[in-house]
């Protein structure tokens, strides 16, 4: 059973450029959680979807960021006109339920913005 | 503010000897998680507690919640180099929704 996949793996944006992240969750699973580590600080929670559905997005900043779990494919965060202080690790999660279930992480998504 | 306190920041052991690393929370929880990450890696899951009192083993690596399910230790006994790495504990303090983190503790095993 194949964990959860992201891709691209590292990301390189130029200012102002848009960044696509993809995140594939583990089979069997509906429940979508993206995380964002900034360096020096710890996960902090963005957006949860289910299929079709945001959920929760209330760690996500207001403008430019927005996600999405379509019914088919991978859930997609896309950042818009990309600044330097959009450098960070993006992880997503993914589980079965929501709430008492364990959230398994994918590798993660590390976006450099020059 | 932040709502998960991880203590130490940092740690560095002898292989070999045993260590414990805390995690406190300022509200009840409703699930703990552990993860461990290597330096530029993704999360690897280790345990999720749920119940007050609970604690949960998995090879040298020990778990518990307390009774009031505020805070969390994880035991590692007689580390080994393999064990290095940053030791991340997640919490469900509203049901049903995101985790929040602590900032992580950093372990270092020298041999």
């Known amino acids: 059973n194949a964990g959860v996949m992201q891709n691209p793996r590292h990301l390189v944006r130029r200012r102002g450029q848009e960044a696509r992240l993809r995140c594939s969750p583990m089979?069997?699973?509906?429940?979508v959680y993206w995380y964002r580590q900034l360096p020096e600080e710890g996960l902090k929670f963005m957006v949860y979807?289910?299929?079709?559905?945001?959920?929760?997005e209330s760690g996500m900043p207001k403008e430019r960021f927005s996600a999405e779990f379509p019914k088919e494919g991978p859930s997609i965060l896309r950042i818009q006109q990309v600044v330097r202080g959009d450098s960070a690790a993006y992880f997503c999660a993914s589980s079965s339920s929501a709430g008492w279930y364990e959230q398994y992480f994918g590798p993660g998504t590390r976006l450099t913005v020059t | 503010s932040q709502e998960l306190e991880q203590s130490p920041q940092s740690l560095i052991v002898q292989e070999g000897k045993n260590l414990t690393i805390n995690c406190t929370s300022s509200?009840?929880?409703?699930?703990l998680y552990w993860y461990k990450q290597k330096y530029g890696e993704g999360l690897i899951f280790l345990m999720m507690l749920q119940k007050g009192g609970e604690e949960k083993s998995h090879e040298k690596i020990t778990a518990k919640l307390d009774e009031k399910k505020q805070q969390s230790s994880l035991h590692i006994t007689a580390s080994q180099p393999s064990h290095a790495g940053i030791y991340l504990c997640?919490?469900?303090?509203?049901?049903?929704?995101?985790?929040?983190f602590g900032k992580g503790t950093t372990l270092s095993v020298s041999s």
């Open positions: 997640g919490a469900d303090i509203q049901a049903g929704t995101a985790l929040i």
């Open positions: 979807l289910q299929k079709e559905n945001i959920i929760d």
């Open positions: 509200k009840t929880l409703y699930g």
């Open positions: 089979k069997g699973h509906s429940h």
